[in-house]
């Protein structure tokens, strides 16, 4: 089994030291730098707008793994581009035209990606699976940080990479939400390629090693 790949989620980084906590992350064995951006209307709350995401740019030297938790996230492909994004993670209950979508995240040159929140079933990705890179399993609802891990999350993962077998899908699953070593170490088992981690490593005593403990479960 290959080791998971960790992303960070910055939205629970210390934003009065936000430099330090970037540059730890760049020290670090994490792969991505995950980025929540909330609009207060597709989730209740709002994290932080574009100004603040080209300084965190400018700052890593990981890979962005953009997360938009918004309506019509499409408008913002440009703005998500120009931070040099890895990947823009759309959700599916934002995206009526969602195949459309997924076309112009490619086209701008990012790595096109879905997410599904917790009571979104595997089944209804059936007809896009193909077409993207990865799939984000909300295994909170989405607007906060520090949720309670939602056990069926562990199952839908298993669906999930039931569907990319059966289908011939490349797509990795990615899982969002009350990740920690033992939840994490469930959902790599389930079939669970990335992990992204907020206050488990944020608020563990030496967050570079918890993001190590993290690479081996």
Avoid at 20 to 49: C, K, Q, T
Avoid at 77 to 101: D, F, Q, S
Avoid at 103 to 110: H, L, P, S, T, W
Avoid at 140 to 147: K, L, M, T, W
């Amino acid at each position: 089994m290959m080791k998971p790949i960790i992303a960070p989620s910055i939205l629970s980084a210390d934003f009065g030291y936000l430099a330090r906590d970037i540059e730890m992350i760049n020290r670090s064995e994490a792969e991505w730098v995950h980025i929540d951006i909330m609009d207060g209307v597709f989730v209740p709350n709002i994290s932080f707008g574009f100004p603040v995401l080209k300084y965190v740019a400018k700052l890593t030297n990981k890979p962005l793994d953009v997360h938009l938790m918004i309506v019509n996230p499409e408008k913002f492909i440009p703005e998500v581009k120009a931070l040099g994004a890895h990947t823009m993670n759309v959700h599916y209950e934002a995206c009526p035209h969602l195949h459309r979508v997924i076309q112009q995240i490619r086209e701008a040159g990012m790595q096109p990606a879905v997410t599904i929140n917790p009571a979104t079933p595997v089944a209804l990705l059936q007809d896009i699976i193909q077409d993207v890179y990865m799939v984000l399993i909300m295994s909170v609802n989405p607007g906060f940080g520090g949720q309670k891990f939602i056990e069926h999350s562990v199952e839908k993962v298993r669906e999930l990479k039931s569907l990319i077998e059966r289908t011939g899908s490349k797509a990795l699953i990615e899982v969002d939400g009350g990740v920690n070593l033992e939840t994490g170490a469930r959902l790599v088992e389930a079939g669970a390629d990335a992990l992204v981690a907020g206050n488990a490593v944020f608020g563990a005593p030496d967050p570079e090693q918890m993001i190590r403990k993290l690479h081996e479960i």
